[in-house]
């Protein structure tokens, strides 16, 4: 099914064959488990389960939920003391800026901009993260809001509690994800026993080096903590993969309560102010999902599926360099 659009070539030929080869994975996967719900999670589980549904139309139980590391986080923070404690949830990047550290906290950017005001500091100021327990101005304002973080804290972890209710997480469950740590998944089962939630997990991933603290399987298409030979490959295309699994919408900022029922607050979506990219992407994702269409049959099921994409990443073309030269 060639086209004139580059994009939608891209899209047909490099990232078609993966998703194809990842959907017949995990479809092939699923079927060795009698699992109670599956669960691909907003918002690399977008096209995962567009894929999916394609090659098993008729597979009940598959579900898309509103699920991120910050949406998570937020809701576990009530149950700690310290500001050490307090910081066991968070990336741990080289820097954070004041502003970064307070949206971890559970603050919106108009509330992190009025306590930077108050307290005179600059809310992009960046700082060490090896040293932010050292940090004076953070333990003063840390000691000021530890009440409110853990209020909000609280009041997310009830909507959590609901909205897990609300989908039936419970018993024998599959997750689905792009997958690198198993944070989301550790999170989650921790979650779940401090709520006393019966539930078991099990993650299905593009790519997992899991986790020591992570309690159920993890299962890798590309690579898994036992064969990770395939993982300095996928590096060469992590950030390309996850715009092209991605949804075209924010992430999962925390939940709210509307008409009785549990929804996800959801932050702006990056790239909303660029209308030629989310075409491009648009086309890149209705490219692979045509190639998944056409190949149905063909019941295709070799690891050199991922080659393409991975090659693209690692040795793009110069045509491939001009497609993604100005965003990628």
Known sequence: MKNNNQYYNFGYNKFGPFLYGFSRWLDKNLNKHAYDKVFFFARDGYMMIKATKLICPNDLGKEYVYFSRKSICQALLYDTNTLEDSLRYISKEKYISYGKLLEYFGFNYKEAKNICLLNEIDIDEELEFTNILNNKTVKKIYSLLKEKI???SKNQANLLKQYLKQISFKGNIAIVDIGWYGSMQYYLEKFAKMHNIPVHITGYYVGIEQSDNVIGNCYGYVYSKKNLKRKKDLLCCFGLLERLFQSREGSTLGYRLEKNKVVPTLDNYEYKDNKELIQHIKDMQVGALNFVKVNLSNKLENMDLI??????????????????KDYI
Do not use: W
Request: proline residues 10%; positive net charge; glycine residues 4%.
């Open 150 to 152: 853990n209020k909000k």
């Open 307 to 324: 080659n393409p994409l991975i090659n693209a990443g690692k040795s793009p073309t110069l045509s491939e360099t001009k497609l993604f």
